[in-house]
């Protein structure tokens, strides 16, 4: 049997999203346990919505729909990078860590921003042409 991939699995934003989660992940073990359900649980749930939303999204069939789920994963990733720059200032990561971490977020903020405006730029196409109907 072929295997059966999911049209998020093939999408390079998906994918630079779940190893920005990796590298939270990863980042969060060197976290005080006192932290384990406050501020690492804060940033893994941020973390997660990211790639989880737009899995969701690709699986919407409306272009609104996917959209609205492309602006969550985008909230989410900057309440990550909100919370990590919180744990930077208490001294829980250190600065090169945040850099890397926030580069990586910075490049699938501008992937998701423009699969959204290539969707909008659709969508509102596809609202003139039912228009001039």
Known sequence: MDSFYFMYERLDVWKFSMDFVKEIYELLETFPSDEKYSLVSQI??????VPSNIAE???????????????????SLYEA?????????????????????????????????GW?????????GNKKENNNE
Do not use: P, W
């Open 116 to 124: 959204r405006r290539s969707l909008s730029s659709r969508e509102t």
């Open 44 to 49: 893994r749930r941020s973390a997660i919505s």
């Open 81 to 113: 990078i909100c919370q990590l720059n919180i744990a930077l200032q208490v001294g829980y990561v250190q600065e090169d860590n945040y850099d890397n971490i926030k580069n990586q977020a910075t490049r699938i903020a501008m992937m998701l921003g």
């Open 57 to 75: 999204g690709s699986g919407r069939m409306s272009i609104k729909e996917k959209i609205h789920f492309i602006d969550i994963a985008t909230g």
